[in-house]
């Protein structure tokens, strides 16, 4: 089945600052590639997804790159905002399957004022 | 607006109990899935559903059964609670289609003692 390997665990970065947030994984018949955020105590939602014949794609600070041939992608945060302070997960979709999806073990990124 | 509601914010049992957790959705989707949430392990997938009395094992079921009698409605049992099964329960649902995104619930907090 689908591992998907997420890093780093925890990131601090300075308001303003950009974050970024790698995976991996290793079915190379994944093509759709979500990313949910989940604040605190609150549940996971959606905040972008690439699909495999898609390199990049962007929304307003955020930015998802795909890298097809070495089976990683990054979530790109820039002008990072207290508001962006949240667990990040990514996760996998391989073709068919009944759409299963497999997250990454979630990213908590701190933003400090 | 979609919504997923789940039965319990938080719940606390035995040891040996027979537990029930439900989840409602009110959007007509056809795929419903259980996950569970714990620290520096992600989201891992129980079961799922892609439709009314049909289930597939996820990555964890042991332990775990499900029951989808109607479209709306997924239940997740623990048929013999254990402590090893205190965890955040997160069920989701989505379309069919190999591009959907997942709505979760607000999560069950279960403790089992």
């Known amino acids: 089945g689908e591992n998907v390997e997420q890093h780093p665990s925890t990131l601090s970065v300075q308001e303003g600052d950009s974050a970024v947030i790698k995976c991996t994984y290793s079915?190379?018949?994944?093509?759709?590639f979500p990313w949910y955020k989940q604040e605190l105590g609150k549940r996971p939602q959606l905040i972008i997804d690439i699909r495999s014949n898609v390199g990049e794609k962007k929304d307003q600070r955020i930015a998802v790159t795909l890298n097809k041939t070495a089976k990683h992608f990054s979530l790109h945060i820039t002008e990072t905002q207290p508001e962006d302070s949240a667990v990040y997960f990514c996760a996998a979709r391989p073709k068919g399957g009944y759409q299963k999806v497999t997250f990454g073990t979630g990213t908590k990124l701190q933003v400090i004022p | 607006d979609v919504k997923v509601t789940q039965s319990s914010r938080y719940l606390v049992k035995r040891t040996g109990e027979k537990v029930f957790l439900e989840c409602v959705q009110d959007?007509?989707?056809?795929?419903m899935f259980w996950y569970r949430q714990d620290p520096g392990l992600g989201l891992r997938l129980i079961y799922f559903?892609?439709?009314?009395?049909?289930?597939e094992k996820g990555d964890i079921p042991e332990g775990y059964s499900v029951s989808r009698e109607k479209k709306e409605r997924f239940s997740l049992i623990l048929e013999s609670a254990s402590t090893n099964q205190t965890s955040m329960y997160l069920c989701?649902?989505?379309?069919?289609?190999?591009?959907?995104?997942?709505?979760f619930g607000q999560g069950t907090r279960l403790t089992v003692v």
């Open positions: 079915d190379s018949a994944s093509n759709y």
């Open positions: 959007m007509d989707h056809e795929n």
């Open positions: 989701a649902s989505s379309l069919p289609g190999t591009n959907t995104e997942a709505f």
């Open positions: 559903s892609y439709d009314v009395k049909m289930k």
